[in-house]
């Protein structure tokens, strides 16, 4: 299968990118040109050879057109945003990159009239933030969801939907809810937060990769769209208690410490029963076996 994934860079593209090329696909990342020059994110770097790399910036139509013709996937994973990690970036910046970068690669995908060339399916990633769009990042992510109903029912093009519940892992940033807190229980320190009462769906990126994958084999309907999480609910102030219980020291959680951010829905959990009976596939790894994990790796890395 030719496949091509936009966002290979993000943490939970690596993990996809990995799986696709062990299962034997011919994998391609659609990257920014800087990469030419410089190298990608570990591991994809020591894994190069595995990988084709095709430049475009999302943002600029034309671009993306030619190096989606070039590719010519078979199937395609867009996974590239902006936000991801500042949900309340200028709206501009959102409508730009979320918007306009999924409509340029849509309209590059299917740009042949006579069909030759245009991928078997195209996979979207959502976020449950979508729901309630209460920041630029989701309310720009649902504004591009819906022109991609739109290009399913009217057109026939065969996009689909996987909305992914709160990834977490091993090599997601410091500046990230499971890494930070981690890494600051195994360093012996206070950990500031806010009062964190909101419950998440957490899923482990593996999980998180091979969901998506299940998704590509699924067989959905163009236009629909389908949960990708754990249904293992468990607040923010839990998950930063569980992971100071795992390392032990003397550092603690300090829930309340800082105010909480507008915008954050108090319960966000996928109907992974309709996954199931969809695509006959469920979450494998437990909150707190994938909590000791990333641990592991941090402790690794500082060793």
């Keep these: 299968m030719r496949t091509l994934i936009t966002g290979a860079t993000g943490f939970i593209g690596r993990a996809l990118a990995q799986q696709a090329a ?9 990257v920014r040109e800087g990469y030419r020059q410089r190298p990608l994110p570990e591991p994809l770097e020591g894994q190069r050879e595995q990988f084709q790399l095709v430049y475009a910036d ?110 977490y892992g091993p090599g997601q940033g410091p500046h990230y809810l499971v890494t930070g807190a981690l890494a600051a229980a195994l360093a012996g320190q206070d950990f500031p937060m806010t009062a964190g009462a909101q419950q998440r769906d957490w899923i482990y990126v593996s999980d998180a990769a091979e969901g998506l994958r299940a998704v590509s084999e699924g067989g959905l309907a163009p236009g629909s769209s389908v949960d990708l999480g754990s249904g293992e609910l468990a607040s923010v102030a839990e998950v930063v208690q569980q992971a100071y219980d795992l390392v032990g020291g ?54």
């Design 250 to 303: 003397p550092g603690r959680p300090l829930p309340g410490a800082l105010p909480t951010r507008p915008g954050e829905e108090p319960l966000q959990v996928a109907d992974v029963e309709r996954a199931r009976a969809l695509l006959g596939w469920q979450a494998a790894v437990p909150l707190r076996q994938g909590l000791a994990m990333v641990r592991d790796h941090l402790t690794q890395e500082g060793a």
């Design 22 to 30: 062990a299962a034997g696909d011919e994998v391609m990342l659609l």
């Design 58 to 167: 999302l943002r600029d139509a034309e671009a993306t057109e030619r190096a989606v013709s070039a590719a010519e996937p078979q199937l395609l994973y867009h996974l590239a945003a902006g936000g991801v990690d500042d949900p309340f970036l200028d709206v501009e910046a959102a409508l730009e990159q979320n918007l306009y970068g999924t409509l340029n690669l849509l309209r590059g995908a299917f740009a042949d009239e006579d069909g030759r060339g245009h991928p078997q399916q195209v996979i979207v990633v959502r976020t449950p933030g979508e729901d309630s769009a209460m920041n630029p990042y989701a309310a720009s992510k649902a504004a591009a969801w819906q022109f991609c109903r739109m290009y399913a029912r009217t057109r026939g093009w065969p996009i689909v939907g996987a909305k992914l519940f709160q990834t």
